[in-house]
Nanobody, 120 residues
Framework: QVHLVESGGGTVQPGRSLRLSCEVSGNIGSLDVWGWHRQAPGKERELVAASNSGGRTHYADSVKDRFTISRDNDKNSIYLQMNDLKPEDTAVYFC??????????????WGQGTQVTVSS
């Protein structure tokens, strides 16, 4: 069974940085797409950043030039570097992957989320 565990959240002042980590465990087969979403209180979950095996990367307009998604195959981990954080970045951040076992359908797996609070 595949599990994603996020870490690195916390409370920071505006303008500071945080790095979120997502550790992937289990037999995922091929990793097709990986990304980070967030959900603020009273709002719908939204895509923050995503990348795929073809090398394409997408960022929400609100985080372009501030956030960077990356991956470390050796550590089976996905990261989100967040710089120049703003109060509107406050949300629960979720890691998500799409993966395919040989001969099987593509599956989506989510982490449990990590809270990021930006406040002075």
């Amino acid at each position: 069974q595949v599990h994603l565990v996020e870490s690195g959240g916390g409370t920071v002042q505006p303008g500071r940085s945080l790095r979120l980590s997502c550790e992937v465990s289990g037999n995922i087969g091929s990793l097709d797409v990986w990304g980070w979403h967030r959900q603020a209180p009273g709002k719908e979950r939204e895509l923050v950043a995503a990348s795929n095996s073809g090398g394409r990367t997408h960022y929400a307009d609100s985080v372009k030039d501030r956030f960077t998604i990356s991956r470390d195959n050796d550590k089976n981990s996905i990261y989100l570097q967040m710089n120049d954080l703003k109060p509107e970045d406050t949300a629960v951040y979720f890691c998500n992957i799409y993966h395919t076992l040989s001969g099987g359908p593509q599956r989506s797996t989510w982490g449990q989320g990590t809270q990021v609070t930006v406040s002075s």
